[in-house]
């Protein structure tokens, strides 16, 4: 009986607890989250974003469209820096590749 119960308690924490924490830990989690959060800041509520996405080009929809890819582009951005970073030393890696004198695989990651 008591086997049956510990058994039964591993299941549950293994079946609906570990997943819930692994997903709070992923970076890739951490990413959609943040560029969800961005995109609230910069284009208001999902309300507002549908309304500007139906509405015809203005400069107030391109302006805020502009903004939040320039947000998202810069987060990429230093997410592939980072990534890159692990295996290339980051500050020879930071400072040759604006000036393109990287090795090629620093730019294919």
């Known amino acids: 009986m008591a086997a049956d119960h510990l058994?039964?308690?591993?299941v549950f924490y293994y079946r609906f607890c570990w997943p819930g924490m692994v997903r709070l830990y992923l970076p890739a989690k951490r990413l959609d989250v943040l560029f969800i959060w961005l995109e609230h800041r910069i284009e208001g509520s999902r309300n507002r974003r549908i309304k500007l996405d139906n509405q015809p080009m203005t400069a107030?929809?391109?302006?805020?469209k502009s903004a939040k890819h320039a947000a998202w582009l810069l987060i990429a951005l230093a997410t592939?820096?980072?990534?890159?970073g692990y295996?290339?030393?980051i500050r020879d890696l930071v400072t040759e590749l604006p000036t393109f004198e990287a090795?090629?695989?620093?730019?294919?990651g």
């Open 7 to 10: 058994r039964l308690r591993i």
């Open 60 to 64: 107030e929809k391109a302006w805020r």
């Open 80 to 84: 592939g820096i980072t990534f890159v």
């Open 87 to 89: 295996f290339t030393p």
């Open 103 to 108: 090795h090629g695989w620093s730019y294919f």
